[in-house]
T-cell receptor, first 113, second 112 residues
Framework: DTEVTQTPKHLVMGMTNKKSLKCEQHMGHRAMYWYKQKAKKPPELMFVYSYEKLSINESVPSRFSPECPNSSLLNLHLHALQPEDSALYLC????????????FGQGTRLTVV | EDQVTQSPEALRLQEGESSSLNCSYTVSGLRGLFWYRQDPGKGPEFLFTLYSAGEEKEKERLKATLTKKESFLHITAPKPEDSATYLCAVQARGTSYDKVIFGPGTSLSVIP
């Protein structure tokens, strides 16, 4: 199983809402990532978890809050987002943080209204 | 400054017309170079990892090569289903952690 599963596939939320994105992998990978991708742009790294601990935060605003409950799950909690936060949010995993041959999920298309 | 560029930005090919995509990089220390394929609205799909100059990898109609300054993705006799955006990413040594830098991508369209 080389699959990274993300839910939901689509999400529309208001600027005062709180929502969460979920990501799951069962490949035994110990590094998990959140990326943000705007239209016709490459993915931009947001967070990296290594062995369930946050190891990299690419200066992401606090309205985005990551969580890694266990080695298979990764969440991204969203609160008070802005319309410019609308994007495709991608989760990825790799065997470890040094090896970044990453496997990506299908993404969550987020629209902030 | 670490940088990854890709060319061309967009490429249209007739079915069966072979061509190459380029990924040029300037990084302080290369740990690995990755090629991904991305279909619209989907996550990137991993294709290849290359670690050292002279290395080559093949998968079906795709062949990736690496030199000290660039990588090529050769597409032989492409089919319409090869249409996608091809992303190159470079893992570079950083001061506190190894950075992954994505190039802007090449959008490939294969016309029947």
């Amino acid at each position: 199983d080389t699959e990274v599963t993300q839910t939901p596939k689509h999400l529309v939320m208001g600027m005062t809402n709180k929502k969460s994105l979920k990501c799951e992998q069962h490949m035994g990978h110990r590094a998990m990532y959140w990326y943000k991708q705007k239209a016709k742009k490459p993915p931009e790294l947001m967070f990296v978890y290594s062995y369930e601990k946050l190891s990299i935060n690419e200066s992401v605003p606090s309205r985005f809050s990551p969580e890694c409950p266990n080695s298979s799950l990764l969440n991204l909690h969203l609160h008070a987002l802005q319309p410019e936060d609308s994007a495709l949010y991608l989760c990825a995993s790799s065997a470890d943080r040094v090896q970044t041959e990453a496997f990506f999920g299908q993404g969550t298309r987020l629209t902030v209204v | 400054e670490d940088q990854v560029t890709q060319s061309p930005e967009a490429l249209r090919l007739q079915e069966g017309e072979s061509s190459s995509l380029n990924c040029s990089y300037t990084v302080s220390g290369l740990r690995g170079l990755f090629w991904y394929r991305q279909d619209p609205g989907k996550g990137p799909e991993f294709l290849f990892t290359l670690y050292s100059a002279g290395e080559e990898k093949e998968k079906e109609r795709l062949k990736a090569t690496l030199t000290k300054k660039e990588s090529f993705l050769h597409i032989t006799a492409p089919k319409p289903e090869d249409s996608a955006t091809y992303l190159c990413a470079v893992q570079a040594r950083g001061t506190s952690y190894d950075k992954v830098i994505f190039g802007p991508g090449t959008s490939l369209s294969v016309i029947p």
